[in-house]
């Protein structure tokens, strides 16, 4: 059973099409007034698990519950809780920006003052209050994909999908969409479901993040957790001369010496602990300087999605 504090929760998810397994068994808790990201390579299954939980996809097996409600047998319920921006803009570009969100104010049945106001202040909230009245073909993409998910909010919805809302902008208006989706959960306790090939998007934006692969969650946790997952974490020291150089190679296991640079490498997994012990094991003067060497995601996403590729059973997602 989904608690209060849970937006999502997922058990044994699994979709297919024609046969084939595109979501395999996906267990997912989305705690709420958090932002969590999905990634993956094309074709893992992001999409396909985003419209299984907004109700537009039946799963062929599993349970899930969004914003407290299972996602099949009270299906109008978890549509009336959450706003869904897809890959492809819903903006109706004959339309102004008032006009679009006057439309989706009409949609979700809200009373005419009411809508005025949410009108009005999804304007100033998301900067178009000045394109208010002109149509939106004459919009930037930027402002195109705020007026998008403006519209997504006009309801108020507890949970917003987002499936890879920033793809194809510019990376000035992908900042102001991140810096957007911050006061959405700081300000506002809005829980977002995002899904990104950007993986600086999720590093920035991601309280927990999951690594989808063939359908399957291969990898699950904080940014800094999925980092000390994949190889390459290293720290070099620079000696203070030829002597300390060999000194340091001597007695630092797994340190690799580098005469010309008077460096040392050695493998690390950038906490902290670690870093205050090989400090401690270094004699004062011995080192001039040093730096830390950490994956980034980048590293995690190429090393987790590697392994099912490297048994044979790459993903391919059909579309839907």
Do not use: C
Request: hydrophobic share 40%; net charge neutral.
């Amino acid at each position: 059973m989904t608690t209060r504090t849970s937006a999502i929760e997922a058990t044994g998810l699994r979709v297919s099409y024609g046969g084939r397994e595109v979501v395999a068994g996906v267990d997912l808790t989305v705690p709420a007034g958090t932002v969590y990201a999905l990634l993956g390579p094309n074709g893992a299954g992001k999409t396909t698990t985003v419209r299984t939980l907004s109700t537009l996809l039946p799963a062929d097996a599993g349970a899930a519950r969004v914003a407290g409600y299972d996602v099949r047998r009270e299906a109008d319920r978890v549509r009336a809780s959450i706003g869904v921006t897809g890959q492809f803009s819903a903006v109706d570009e004959v339309l102004t920006g008032r006009e679009n969100l006057r439309m989706m104010a009409d949609l979700g049945h809200l009373g005419r003052q009411r809508a005025r106001t949410a009108v009005g202040r999804l304007l100033e909230r998301f900067g178009l209050t000045d394109a208010a009245d002109r149509r939106a073909a004459t919009y930037s993409g930027g402002q195109k994909r705020r007026l998008d998910l403006a519209m997504t909010l006009v309801s108020g919805p507890r949970l917003i999908f987002l499936d890879e809302p920033t793809t194809g902008l510019d990376p000035r208006s992908r900042r102001g969409l991140w810096d957007l989706v911050r006061k959405l959960v700081a300000e506002d306790g809005t829980t977002v479901f995002l899904t990104t090939q950007y993986l600086e998007e999720a590093d920035r934006l991601a309280d927990r993040i999951g690594v989808l692969d063939g359908g399957r969650l291969v990898a699950e946790g904080t940014a800094a957790e999925l980092k000390r997952l994949a190889p390459g974490g290293h720290i070099e020291l620079r000696a203070a001369g030829r002597a300390q150089l060999a000194e340091l190679a001597r007695r630092l296991p797994g340190a690799a010496p580098d005469p010309a640079a008077l460096t040392v490498t050695l493998p690390h997994d950038g906490s902290v602990g670690a870093l205050r012990r090989l400090l401690d094991s270094v004699d004062d003067g011995a080192v001039t300087g040093l730096t830390v060497h950490t994956p980034d995601l980048d590293d995690v996403f190429l090393a987790l999605t590697g392994r099912l590729a490297a048994t044979g059973t790459p993903s391919q997602e059909a579309p839907v």
